[in-house]
């Protein structure tokens, strides 16, 4: 599957969350994910991720991610997500 | 006033699942969870963030620190506001199990929070028609 990871300026701290949790979602959902970004949402969230299907059981593997990662990076609550389909991005 | 909201906004939204307001009884859940950590912000001399993404960031840091279960609090908080966004701003419509669901988590929230702050459990405490478990 290509794969192409784009870099903004600046780079954040956030970033390397994101990059850590690509690396799980990725063998987690495989090719459901369609993107994985670091935002500011209006809400308040800071990742965006963008998935095929927004089944309850891909919407829960994406919050098994989220919890893994905080918990690799002793960091609670710093992942925001806003899960997402193609047509609500 | 917050935790009066926290109470109210609890109690609206068992009564809208007795109803069958599923969708409403979602966002009112948040609602209610929203209203708590504000309170528990304000009462540590923080001001809440407007935004509820960073409600969840900042109370996670703030208030909860030290609590065994931080890392699922902070995914349960997570999971509710996700519910929440997505009866209000997409095009989900929830049902019975989804309401149902949501309820659980934010016991399981509630349950972990009072952990810290014991007496939250007070303004859960309703008539015995309204709980959750009859």
């Known amino acids: ?89 | 006033m917050y935790f009066r909201k926290f109470k109210i906004f609890y109690e609206e939204a068992l009564r809208d699942l007795d109803i069958e307001a599923y969708n409403k009884a979602i966002s009112t859940l948040w609602f209610s969870i929203e209203a708590l950590l504000r309170g528990l912000l304000l009462k540590v001399n923080k001001t809440p963030p407007e935004r509820a993404g960073k409600l969840i960031n900042v109370a996670i840091e703030v208030l909860f620190r030290d609590i065994e279960d931080i890392f699922h609090l902070s995914r349960i908080l997570n999971s509710l506001y996700y519910r929440r966004k997505e009866i209000d701003h997409r095009k989900k419509i929830a049902d019975k199990a989804d309401a149902e669901k949501a309820l659980q988590k934010y016991m399981k929230a509630t349950s972990i929070i009072s952990k810290k702050y014991s007496w939250i459990k007070q303004y859960l405490k309703v008539n015995n028609s309204q709980n959750p478990d009859d």
């Open chain 1, 1 to 89: 599957m290509p794969l192409k990871l784009i870099v903004h300026e600046p780079i954040s701290p956030l970033d390397n969350i994101v990059i850590k949790l690509f690396e799980v979602l990725i063998r987690e959902l495989d090719d459901i994910l369609l993107l994985i970004e670091s935002h500011d949402g209006w809400d308040g969230s800071n990742v965006r991720v963008v998935v095929k299907v927004k089944s309850d059981e891909v919407v829960e593997k994406v919050f098994d991610a989220i919890e893994r990662v905080e918990r690799e990076l002793g960091l609670p609550g710093k992942i925001i997500p806003d899960i997402v389909t193609p047509d609500e991005s």
